[in-house]
């Protein structure tokens, strides 16, 4: 029995008790990996996948929702945005497990560069200077101009620069030079005062063809009115200077006689159809102008047509003394929009109208339209309308014009390819055909009444002669003179063989005070037309002569 007692034996070990150890080393082999698994990246979980973000010169790894965007794993880390920023790939793509998403950080900045404008040289040819020799009228100053540019930069590094934004500081000063450009003509004497419109600039010329003086030579007149007062001593035009701004226009007066004139301001502005000296002088110093004005449009043909008429009294010491609207704003008939034409009676109490559809008269003393003869207006299928020539006869009593006649054929009235030299007595009770198919652009002008051997004072009217009547608005024309009733019809310029007078050239031809010449644009130049011969002579040598007046 006590060697049982003495005897130990270890009872042996149940097992459940060695399967609860081996759990316990388990979870702890677990732990230690899940521990090492946090230290090597983002935990993911199910649902979720790993990407890397590159941004700000670090790389980063995140855990994103599955199906998530890269703008939404942009949000979901936190990572914030600017304006120019570029990410790759772009922000509506899905990302799979493994995507990369790189951000390239971007700024801009503006500068301004101050550049030179250099001058311009502009020309004036000179006819009373010797050819080759040449006179600085006025010395070129460069101007500034600032210009803004928009940078933008990538990591530090530029990628793009655009100019926003360019403003002139200075405004650059021409350098104007008088180029002599004298020709070989022979001079020619002549009545009264011829002016003339040439690259831009005024000249006048009196007693011969050789003495011609520049009136305005800072090149910006236009055109539209170059008209003589009635005694010559004063030049009315219109230019466009810097002070126009938004203005088509503006309206000046420059004496012909004083030494070194300067222009005058009237103070008018967007004239395109009519302005004009009343033939008749208000008193030994004061002059009447008649005047009808547009306004401004951005569309074709550039203007809408007031189709007013107003007055200015203008004094001989340069002031104006008073200005009066005898017919205000209006439509102006069919076709207003392009404007009406007028034309002072020689009398100047009263003045003749021409519109697309009607021509007639306004009487000083009750200003009103007063139709005399109405037509179909020309479907001319451009932004332009027809409004037909009007002249005077020099009693005042009748008006030679060019009518828009008959059809053809089948076409309409409108359409008719058919324009007559005709005249018309002021009551209305003569309407006359004198030339058939002239031409839309014959543009009548009447003589000074020279007295006959009889007595009597006599004129002859001048117009324009297609040479393709039936398409005359791109036709050449010749000179044509009728007697007053039509008869003794004579075409002598060009002469035959010689090109016609083309449609840019075509104005009203000018006569002179004594009725023995006419004056005209011909290939760019001014011409003088002996009337007993027909035969003509350049007096100007530029190509630049666009209008042109002639008084006494």
């Not at 009264?192 to 831009?200: E, I, R, W």
């Amino acid at each position: 029995m006590s060697d049982r007692i003495g005897l130990y034996q270890r009872p042996p070990t149940p097992a459940i008790t060695r399967r609860a150890f081996d759990h316990s080393r388990l979870a702890l082999v677990l732990v230690s990996l899940a521990g090492m698994i946090a230290c090597a990246g983002p935990r993911t979980t199910a649902g979720e996948i790993a990407i890397t973000i590159e941004v700000d010169g670090r790389r980063q790894s995140f855990s994103v929702p599955s199906g998530s965007t890269v703008q939404q794993a942009l949000q979901h880390a936190g990572v914030e945005l600017g304006e120019l920023d570029r990410v790759t790939p772009p922000g509506y793509t899905v990302l799979t497990a493994g995507s990369s998403v790189s951000i390239i950080r971007a700024s801009e900045r503006f500068e301004v560069e101050t550049v030179v404008l250099p001058f311009e040289r502009q020309t004036i040819r000179n006819e009373a200077l010797p050819e080759g020799e040449t006179r600085l009228l006025q010395p070129g100053e460069n101007g500034e101009q600032e210009i803004t540019y928009r940078i933008v930069e990538e990591a530090g590094q530029e990628i793009s620069r655009t100019r926003v934004k360019e403003v002139v500081t200075k405004e650059a000063v021409p350098e104007i030079v008088m180029v002599g450009a004298q020709a070989a003509y022979t001079p020619l004497p002549i009545e009264g005062t011829l002016a003339y419109l040439s690259g831009g600039n005024a000249w006048v010329v009196q007693r011969g063809t050789a003495n011609r003086q520049p009136l305005v030579v800072t090149g910006d007149l236009d055109g539209r009115v170059l008209k003589l007062s009635p005694d010559g001593r004063w030049l009315l035009f219109t230019r466009h200077t810097e002070e126009d701004e938004g203005d088509i226009n503006s309206l000046w007066v420059i004496s012909t006689t004083q030494r070194d004139p300067s222009p005058i301001a009237l103070r008018v502005s967007n004239i395109v159809h009519f302005a004009d000296w009343s033939p008749v002088a208000s008193g030994s110093t004061l002059y009447t102008i008649a005047f009808s004005t547009v306004e401004p449009r951005s569309a074709a043909p550039g203007w809408q047509a007031n189709n007013d008429l107003q007055l200015i009294t203008f004094a001989s010491s340069g002031r104006v003394i008073d200005r009066e609207t005898l017919i205000p704003e209006n439509a102006g008939g069919q076709y207003g929009w392009w404007g009406t034409g007028f034309s002072w009676s020689p009398s100047g109490t009263a003045l003749a109208y021409a519109r697309a559809d009607s021509v007639g008269l306004i009487d000083l003393a009750d200003p009103a339209f007063e139709p005399l003869t109405a037509f179909a207006p020309l479907q001319t299928l451009g932004d332009w309308a027809w409004v037909p020539g009007v002249a005077w006869g020099a009693k005042g009593d009748v008006l030679y014009l060019v009518a828009h006649g008959s059809p053809l054929g089948i076409e309409t009235a409108s359409a008719s390819p058919v324009f007559n030299l005709a005249t018309l007595s002021t009551d209305g009770r003569l309407d006359l055909t004198l030339v058939e198919r002239t031409g839309m652009f014959a543009n009548p002008s009447v003589s000074p009444a020279i007295e006959t051997e009889a007595g009597e004072d006599a004129y002859r009217v001048s117009f324009l002669q297609a040479s393709t009547p039936l398409d005359s608005e791109s036709s050449f024309y010749r000179i044509s003179i009728i007697d007053r009733d039509g008869s003794n019809r004579i075409t002598f310029f060009p002469a035959e063989g010689e090109p016609g007078l083309a449609p840019k050239d075509l104005g009203t031809i000018a006569w002179s005070p004594n009725a023995d010449r006419l004056a005209t644009v011909y290939r760019g130049d001014l011409w003088l037309i002996d009337v007993a011969t027909g035969i003509g002579q350049r007096i100007t040598g530029d190509g630049q002569t666009t209008a042109y007046d002639w008084k006494e």
